[in-house]
C-alpha cells in the first residue's frame, strides 16, 4: 500500500515502543494513513517486559501475527514460590475456563515483540522514523501540527488529523495536551538480567520470599538468561556487589542446590509509579499506554495494557476517519480504558503490596496462607483461578460503556436456561467452537477489520420470522455493509435456502451457536473490530437496531451502498 503525502496524513503516532508499533498496524490494518516517530535512533536493544498474556496474544491472533510471536517465545506455566529453604506453593497460569487457543501467557521478551511489529507495520510500507524529537503540538477543529527536530538538527513540521501519544511514562504528547498525571510515587526496586545455571524449570517464574523482601526470577525463552526482580535495593549497585547480593539472598531461601549469581548484564533502578490521566483524549490527541497509566511492572501487566489500549482506539479512529462515524464515538475510547486501567493499576498495587511486604508478622502470616492454601484442593483451586484471571486479561469487559447496549426482551430473559443466555454486551468474545469437525469456531469470523454482525435465525423461524429476517439482511447490506460483516447463523442449509441469503452463512447443525448466544428465536449480535459483543438485540427487528447503530454507536448510515461498493 502506497502511503499519502507526508503532510497529509491521518494520525501522527509518537512513540515506536509495542503500544505505537501496534496502533499503527492497526490504523494501517483499518486502511488509515499514519506516520509513526520516535526520539530514539535504534530500537531498544534491553528488554523491559517480558510477559505476552492471553488477551494480547488474541488481538496478536486478529492482526496475523500471533504464531510469529509464539514462535519466539516460552510458554509460561506456573509460578513458584520458596521461603525458608522450602517450596511453599505452586500455582498454574493455564486458563483452561475461557475458551481461547491461548490458554498459556508467554515468557516473550519486549524486543522479540517490537521487532514482529516492526516486520508487521513494514507490510503496509510504514516504516519507524527514528531520530525525530517532538518539540511542540498546535491543534485546532482540522487537525494538528506537530514541531519536530530531525536527525540531522534541522526543524520541521508534520501535519496531521490525529495525534496519538505512545511515548511512555515520560510521555512528551501528555504534557503539551497538559493532561495531569494523578496519583505518587511508591517503591524503589531493581532489576538485572544475567545468565544462570541452575536447575530451575524456564516455563514457571520463581519468587524468592525473604525477611529483607522478595527475588523473583522471570526467564527469557533463549540460553540461560533470567530477569531478577528485587524489591529491596542494596547499598551497593556495582556489578560485583550485585551479583554477591543475588547470590546470597537466593541461597537463604532456595536450597535445592547451590546458585552463583555472575555480574548482570543489565541493571536498572527505578522508582514505582501509580499514575493515570484523569482522561486520554484532549481535542484531537490522545494518550496510549504508558503516556496515560503506570503501575508496578510486578504483574507484568503494562505492555499487554497499552497495547489493548491501542486495539481499541484503533478501530474507533478509523470509522471516523472514514467518515462513517461521528467524533464522540472516540470519547468511549477514554471511559472503556481509564476503567481497564485503573483495575490492573488496583491489582498490580495489591500484588506490590503482598510481595514487597517488609514487616515480620504480616510476612509470616503471609508466607503460612500460601502454605496452607498449597495444601487444600478446593482452596488452591480458587486462588489459582483468580491469578490466572487476573494476569490473563479475558475477563475484563466494558459493561458501563455509553457505546454498549442491549434491546432484550425480557421475557426471553426469564425463560432462558442461565447457563445458555448468551453473551452480555460488553463482554469478551469467547472462540466457541461451533464445528468441532472442522475445527470452526467464532474467532475466524474475527479475522477483518470491520465489525461482525450475527443474525440467528432462531431453531425453528416461523414465516414471519423469516420475513424479519429477509429484511434484516437487505436493510444491513444496503445501509451497513462498509462498516459491518453480516452473517447469517442458521441451523439447516434448507432455512439457508428459503431465506435466498447468499451472503456469508455460518451453519449451525448442531445448534451451539444458538444456544450458547441464547437464539431460540431470531437474534442478533453486533461484534466489535476488538474482539466484544457491541450491541444485541432479540428478538431482532430493523428499528432497534437502526436505533442503536445511529443514536448509540453514532454512525453515519448509507442511503444506498451495494455490495461492489463494499471494501
Known sequence: MSMPPAKDVDV???????????LAGELRRHGVSCRIIDQQPQPATTSRALGVFNRTMEAFGQ???????LARGQKAQMMNIYADGKHLAGFGFASHLYETPYESPLFC???????????HLAHFDVQVERGIELLSVAQDASGVVASVRLNDGTESHIHARWLAGCDGGHSRIRKVLQLPFEGSPDETWMVVDVNIDWKLPKHSLHAFLSPEGTVIAFPFPEGKRWRLLETVVPDKTDPSSVAQHFTRKLNEVYRAERVVIPEPLWLSVFTIQQRHVPVMRAGRGFVVGDAAHVHSPASGQGMNTGIQDACNLAWKLALVIHDQAEETLLDSYSIERLAIATRVLNGALTFTRIIGQNNPLKQHLRNGLLQITNTIPALHRRVNRQITTMLSGLNLSYPTSPIVTEDWSTTTRQSTNSADSGLLPGTRVPDIQFNQAEKQGLFMLLQGSRHIGLLLSGLEPSAQDRASLTELIEYIQHHHSRWMQLFLVAPSAEIQHELHHRGSVVLDEQRILHRRLGAQTTTFYLLRPDGYVGYRNQPAKVDYIDHYVRNILGMRIATTVTQGDVK
Open 12 to 22: 501522527l503516532v509518537v512513540g515506536a515502543g509495542p503500544v505505537g508499533l501496534t
Open 109 to 119: 521478551s519486549q524486543v522479540a515483540v517490537e521487532q514482529v511489529l516492526t516486520n
Open 63 to 69: 492482526m496475523g501475527i500471533a504464531e510469529e510471536i
